[in-house]
């Protein structure tokens, strides 16, 4: 049982790429989320699902866009990646809603904007 | 302004002894805390859960206190061990009326736990 797998684990990109980072989950949770964490600031989260199809902002959602079109899949995608977007990212999932459900996260994502 | 602060960047402590960490927030009214623990270089891992109705909850060696008049949470580690270091983070849980809920994090306290 894999649980959550982001992939890829590093990135290196230069300012103005795109790229996307993608996290499945085999646990058929209905809710996956993707947070950014920095040194210094908690997890923050950046786009959330609540289920196939749908997706909704979270606290810092600009210059990211996500899709859900699978319930095991959510891709967070930076289309054109600036310095200030070079962070941890994790994706999470839950099967309850709201705040008590707890999550599971994946190993992380290390992107290096230049 | 609403902030939640975990009080300590590092917490050093011996083997054996109780480690407790804080949780403080202020201008929230959580419904729930939550507590993981993160070690370099991996993602986040679940804890505990507490619900504002109640004032502790205990899983073996761990044990969360939460006192919403305080706006504070407490995180215990009894009989500590050095697989115990790392970083631990807390979490509220807030109700948004009808709609998906939110975890707000702290930054994390990082335990050192010495042999």
């Known amino acids: 049982n894999a649980g959550v797998t982001q992939t890829p684990k590093f990135r290196v990109l230069k300012t103005g790429q795109s790229m996307t980072l993608l996290c499945a989950q085999d646990?058929?949770?209905?809710?996956m989320y993707w947070y950014r964490q920095d040194p210094g600031m908690g997890l923050r989260l950046i786009h959330y699902?609540?289920?196939?199809?749908?997706?909704a902002k979270g606290e810092v959602p600009d210059g990211y866009n996500v899709s859900r079109l699978k319930k095991q899949n959510f891709l967070l995608g930076l289309e054109s990646a600036a310095p200030s977007q070079t962070s941890v990212y994790f994706c999470?999932?839950?099967?309850?809603?709201?705040?008590?459900?707890?999550?599971?996260f994946g190993e992380g994502s290390r992107l290096t904007v230049l | 302004s609403q902030k939640i602060e975990q009080n300590s960047e590092a917490l050093n402590i011996q083997e054996g002894k109780t480690a407790t960490l804080t949780c403080n927030y202020t201008?929230?009214?959580?419904?729930?805390l939550q507590w993981y623990r993160q070690d370099p270089g991996r993602g986040p891992v679940f804890l505990l859960l507490?619900?504002?109705?109640?004032k502790e909850k205990r899983k073996e060696r761990l044990k969360v206190t939460f006192d919403t008049t305080l706006k504070q949470s407490l995180f215990h580690i009894t009989a500590s061990q050095p697989a115990d270091s790392a970083t631990y983070l807390c979490?509220?849980?807030?109700?948004?009326?009808?709609?998906?809920?939110?975890?707000?994090f702290g930054k994390g306290t990082k335990l050192s736990v010495k042999p």
């Open positions: 201008n929230y009214s959580p419904a729930y």
């Open positions: 979490a509220l849980g807030l109700n948004y009326g009808g709609s998906q809920g939110n975890l707000i």
């Open positions: 999470a999932s839950s099967y309850r809603a709201g705040p008590s459900g707890e999550l599971f």
């Open positions: 507490i619900r504002e109705n109640e």
């Open positions: 646990m058929n949770h209905e809710y």
């Open positions: 699902s609540v289920g196939e199809g749908t997706t």
